[in-house]
């Protein structure tokens, strides 16, 4: 019963953050249509999520576990408690700013620990795996909920309207039973003897860690899985609005495709994963990512000037375009995974700070990277760059699988 409260207390907390952090590219179409807010300038919304979090995990990430995983879930649940309350308050974009700079820090904070708290559940690679995709599944489960919930708020007459903000009042108080469901949790300190002694230690060996070939190649790839999915899923809702010329509401609601795959796609993972290996596995998955592009970006071109008023009636593209987040989804997990379980548990949470990092940095990139190319030259042009990360992943993959093979020949 203690294990599955405290699995129950994690997952709840990804849940939360889901619906925060996925709702960008909601918040950026609804920045554009009622704050009058151009495209490159939205798009800085990643930035203040993505670079927040970076920063945090970089200084801060080794010396999580001296205050313990469970204070720096509640500090970070309260944070986030705070700023949805005063946001629709105040209701202009530079709270929207900060709002995303607070979930920013405050997820360092929750990623680290859950991570952290997941290494200390699992004694293996493929039990650590396996739990490590569920709790990924239902972080989608969570973005998935989080589209259905912000379509709610949308007023569908009204463009201008900046009713959808009031949406943060009841996040609020979910992230506030969150907190309290955390601190009923009988999650332990850990062994602090082998953390480094001060921050600024810790800041080092952090650098030391991520020097080594196994890191840096694994690091890289992340870089290059986030950039990819945050490209396509936060400007996939201003797509489907000026590319397929869905309605607002519907835009949001067509984009929960791509969180619902992405969580099904994490949550089989982590039964197949329990038979087969990693590396196969995610080299199908790359092919197929590049086959979707290939094959369905082209039948949004040239579609018909019929009018689209619910789910119902939107053109077949915008149910098969999202569903490429079925097949990338477990790429992330099972990277972090692999990495992780190469570790002794000491090394966690540095490891963990670094994959917060990397991750913040591809999602910001990937985001501005998309946004100017969608502003410049199109929603197609920007989704079809997507197919060089992709081709890149598929190369750092191979150097990947053959440094853990190094590391675990050497490992004592």
């Known amino acids: 019963m203690p294990r599955f409260i405290i699995i129950a207390a994690i997952a709840t907390s990804y849940f939360v953050f889901a619906i925060l952090l996925n709702s960008v590219g909601t918040v950026i179409l609804q920045s554009i249509n009622s704050l009058g807010i151009t495209k490159p ?10 670079l927040s979090i970076a920063f945090v995990s970089f200084f801060i990430a080794s010396q999580i576990p001296r205050i313990g995983y469970k204070m720096a879930l509640m500090i970070g649940l309260l944070i986030v408690t705070i700023a949805c309350l005063v946001t629709p ?3 202009n974009f530079l709270i929207i700013k900060l709002l995303f700079a607070c979930i920013g820090v405050s997820f360092a904070l929750v990623k680290v620990s859950v991570y952290s708290i997941i290494g200390q559940l ?3 690679t493929k039990a650590h795996s396996s739990l490590l995709n569920t709790i990924e ?14 379509s709610l708020y949308v007023d569908p007459l009204s463009a201008e309207s900046t009713d959808w903000l009031n949406v943060y ?3 609020a108080g979910i992230t506030l039973l969150t907190l309290l469901l955390v601190g009923f949790s009988p999650i332990s300190k850990p062994n602090t003897d082998k953390i480094k002694s001060s921050t600024t230690e810790g800041f080092v ?15 890289i790839s992340v870089f290059l899985y986030v950039l990819i999915e945050q490209g396509i899923g936060t400007w996939l809702p201003t797509f489907n609005s000026e590319i397929l010329r869905l309605p ?19 949550l089989l993972a982590g039964q197949i994963l329990r038979y087969i290996n990693w590396y196969p596995f995610l080299n199908g998955c790359l092919v197929m990512m590049v086959m979707i592009i290939l094959l369905i970006l082209p039948l949004t071109s040239d579609l018909p000037n019929q009018p689209v008023t619910n789910v119902f009636n939107a053109p077949i593209a915008a149910y098969l375009l999202p569903l490429i987040g079925l097949i990338m989804a477990p790429v992330y997990p099972v990277l972090n995974s692999v990495m992780l379980s190469s570790l002794e548990r000491s090394k966690h949470a540095a490891m963990t700070g670094l994959i917060v990092i990397f991750s913040a940095l591809g999602g910001t990139t990937g985001s501005i990277i998309t946004g100017f190319i969608f502003a410049e030259f199109g929603g197609q042009r920007a989704f079809y760059m997507s197919i060089v990360p992709m081709a890149l992943i598929l190369i750092s993959l191979y150097f990947f699988k053959t440094s853990t093979q190094k590391h675990s020949v050497a490992k004592p």
Request: aromatic share 14%; proline share 3%; no cysteine.
């Open 205 to 219: 060996d952090m650098i030391r860690m991520s020097y080594q070939p196994l890191v840096l190649v694994f690091v």
């Open 137 to 150: 599944g239902i972080f989608m489960l969570g973005s998935l909920s989080g589209y259905w919930l912000f």
């Open 89 to 91: 308050i105040v209701g």
């Open 248 to 266: 607002t509401d519907v835009s949001v609601q067509m984009t929960s495709i791509f969180a619902a795959a992405l969580a099904i796609g994490r």
């Open 169 to 171: 009042y009841p996040l």
């Open 41 to 50: 300038e939205a798009s800085t919304l990643e930035g203040f999520k993505d």
């Open 122 to 124: 699992t004694n293996s």
